[in-house]
């Protein structure tokens, strides 16, 4: 996600919509869950090929313009690299240095200094790594390069005024103010990443799916529908970690059951499993699995702007009236853990622990329709085909039936679905699914007022609401920032906008002697899988 004015965050693409099929995992580098696998045999894998599943088939490997984080990301962590990372293997958001030596910011937090390893290669024939690569890598991607570059990921690095290079291996990142969100969901994560400065313009629009960088791993074939295909990179100096695998195989399989038949059959090595396939997994001693808690977010968005739901009483007995537990357990299997406000508790920084739990009550639902003078209601609810969507409508439908609201169903095909525009103010209730990133002002951007026609599918516009969006990014003390993030969360629950359901959890499983990797918001690192 990326910003685009001052709340740091807009974009007109669907990058980090969780959608319901994204994998999202972050368990430590080499853990195995107990409990969730059989004791089972530790044969090691047989081959020097890795071979992992993604949930879909690949669209753009440029950083600038990727466009799906559970199947784009795998790729692009094994090809590129940037000056910080987040530690696989850590319990928490650990930066790391990956490419950088040092990486020094200045006390008012206005630049970072930085020094490169000596002696790093991009793949092919692209030359050494230089301080000249990561200014054009980041200027090219904030639009400050000619012809200047429309990325919808510029706002990652909105308050970026320049990178001075000072010699070939060091240089200054130099703001315009500070940016509390760049050591968070900048530069350790896909915007962070460093490319080839000869590569990007030899190869013009044959990057994305030529991409070149100085990771582990380099792309050698991409087969559409059928595979990627990386090799380890012989060049590789980084040392920032040892790279395994002879190859890596990653393969499309977009359909649960097909990837469950795809590990069985040994055909892949490690996969995400459907939430139908976990018990049957987790009994396989053949097989290791894992779970974990998404930073994502599931919810039912209510139009603010429609006259139906304008009256906040409205809203409130629609509140009242929606049975979340039983939308958990017959969309999820009871496996998602429930949420009650934006921000998991994984991430952290803007966590909100008090957070009202609001319980079904009829009657209380029917005594707010009784205050808004509403008696009887029709609404539409628009969703998707995803994960726990059907199940979440038809429990909707049902339980607001109760307070005399008619609700028609009205679902979409994805693309529908996620294309933006003002015809989406037509909505009045609606689905909610997104990923985010690891620092809590990427979730709660797109909630503010810009993002009408956008991302904000509530067309709730708060100005205090804003006012602290652009705060907790400019303001570097975390306590301050904690402070921040709970109070919008305080003032979006006065709002009654949003009906908050569940942080998705993922569930994946793998040959045992097989340990994966991950970072910690949950993006797997096939570079950083090993054997037992």
């Not at 430590?28 to 879909?56: F, H, N, Y």
Request: net charge negative; aromatic share 10%.
């Amino acid at each position: 996600m990326s910003p685009q004015q001052r709340p740091p965050f807009t974009m007109d693409r669907r990058q980090f919509l969780q959608r319901g099929t994204a994998l999202g995992l972050a368990l430590p580098a080499g853990a195995l869950l107990s409990g969730c696998g059989g004791s089972g045999s530790e044969q090691q894998p047989q081959s020097d090929t890795l071979r992992v599943r993604l949930v879909g088939d690949i669209t753009n490997l440029d950083p600038a313009f990727f466009a799906d984080t559970s199947v784009d990301e795998p790729v692009m962590s094994c090809v590129y690299e940037g000056l910080v990372t987040y530690k696989p293997g850590a319990s928490d958001f650990e930066v790391v240095n990956q490419l950088a030596e040092s990486l020094e910011p200045s006390a008012d937090g206005l630049s970072y200094d930085f020094v490169l390893k000596q002696g790093i290669a991009f793949h092919g024939d692209y030359g050494e790594l230089t301080a000249d690569d990561v200014k054009f890598s980041y200027e090219r991607m904030a639009g400050l390069t000619k012809p200047k570059l429309d990325s919808p990921y510029g706002g990652d690095w909105e308050a970026l005024k320049e990178v001075r290079v000072k010699d070939k291996y060091s240089g200054t990142i130099i703001l315009k103010e500070p940016f509390a969100a760049l050591m968070h969901s900048t530069l350790p994560v896909t915007s962070g990443y460093v490319l080839s400065r000869k590569a990007v313009e030899e190869l013009g629009d044959k990057f994305a799916t030529k991409p070149i960088g100085t990771g582990p791993y380099e792309f050698v074939k991409w087969t559409p529908k059928q595979s990627v295909r990386l090799t380890r990179f012989a060049g590789y100096k980084t040392g920032f970690l040892e790279p395994e695998w002879k190859e890596i195989l990653l393969v499309p399989i977009p359909e649960d059951n097909a990837a469950d038949i795809a590990l069985e059959t040994d055909a892949v090595d490690f996969g995400q499993i459907g939430l139908a396939s976990v018990e049957r997994f987790g009994g396989n001693d053949s097989f290791g699995t894992g779970k974990r808690p998404t930073l994502g977010y599931v919810s039912i968005g209510m139009n603010v702007l429609s006259p139906k739901l304008s009256d906040i009483n409205v809203r409130r007995a629609i509140r009242a009236a929606l049975d979340v537990p039983s939308m958990l357990e017959a969309a999820f299997s009871g496996t998602y853990v429930r949420a009650n406000a934006v921000i998991p508790e994984e991430m952290g920084l803007g966590y909100w622990p008090e957070a009202p739990v609001y319980e079904r009550d009829v009657e209380q639902a029917k005594g707010f329709m009784s205050q808004a003078g509403v008696s009887s209601l029709e609404l539409s609810y628009s969703y998707t085909e995803e994960p726990g969507a059907n199940e979440v409508a038809e429990i909707t439908q049902a339980n607001l039936a109760e307070i005399g609201i008619k609700v028609k169903l009205d679902k979409t095909d994805e693309g529908t679905f996620y294309e933006l525009g003002k015809k989406l103010r037509d909505r009045e209730l609606v689905w909610v699914n997104y990923e985010t990133q690891p620092d809590p002002s990427f979730s709660m951007v797109w909630f503010t007022c810009d993002q009408f026609d956008q991302w904000n599918w509530t067309y709730w516009c708060s100005e205090r609401f804003d006012e602290l969006q652009a705060e907790g990014l400019t303001t570097q003390d975390e306590a301050r920032r904690q402070a921040i993030y709970l109070e919008m969360q305080e003032v979006w629950d006065e709002n009654v906008n949003s009906v908050w359901l569940a942080f998705p959890t993922h569930y994946y499983a793998h040959k045992k002697g097989l340990k994966p990797a991950v970072s910690p918001h949950g993006r797997i690192l096939p570079q950083a899988f090993t054997s037992a």
